[in-house]
């Protein structure tokens, strides 16, 4: 399949595989990030800077490959301005809850509505064989 990248999705601990389950079974479809953080990496796990077409390898908390995706769509938004199919795509029920969540996990952040993050819109292309 090519060189891939490397992406974890953060759980609330590290048996937290919750938002890797949902991407297995179709449900999440997006994920988001400041624009300052999104370009960067973020350890042996997450490579960051992610564009159209990338393969992606998703690992869980423990450093397991879980599945792979390939990146559809890379897109800037407005955190007071979350697009449908973004906050969709990130299993919310509305985008009230995609920012109370974002606010809730990024404390350390003043996120008001003219932040912008990145969004990165994905298919799963393969499952890994249980380990």
């Known amino acids: 399949m090519g060189l891939r990248k490397k992406l974890t999705f953060w759980g609330a601990h590290a048996d937290d595989d919750s938002l890797?389950?949902?991407?297995?079974?179709?449900?999440?479809?997006?994920t988001a990030d400041t624009v300052e953080d999104y370009y960067k990496g973020y350890g042996e796990l997450g490579d960051g800077a992610y564009a159209a077409?990338?393969?992606?390898?998703?690992?869980d908390l423990r450093g397991r490959r879980r599945c792979?995706?390939?990146?559809?769509?890379?897109?800037v938004v407005r955190f007071g301005d979350i697009?449908?199919?973004?906050?969709?795509?990130?299993?919310?029920?509305?985008?009230?809850?995609?920012?109370?969540?974002?606010?809730r996990c990024l404390p350390h952040l003043d996120l008001h509505d003219d932040v912008e993050f990145v969004t990165?819109?994905?298919?799963?292309?393969?499952?890994a064989p249980a380990s």
Do not use: M, Q
């Open 20 to 30: 890797v389950l949902d991407v297995i079974a179709g449900r999440k479809t997006v």
């Open 53 to 59: 077409g990338d393969l992606i390898d998703v690992h």
């Open 68 to 75: 792979t995706i390939r990146a559809t769509e890379v897109r």
């Open 83 to 103: 697009p449908e199919d973004v906050w969709r795509g990130e299993t919310f029920a509305s985008a009230d809850e995609f920012r109370e969540v974002h606010v």
């Open 120 to 127: 990165l819109h994905f298919e799963l292309l393969e499952v």
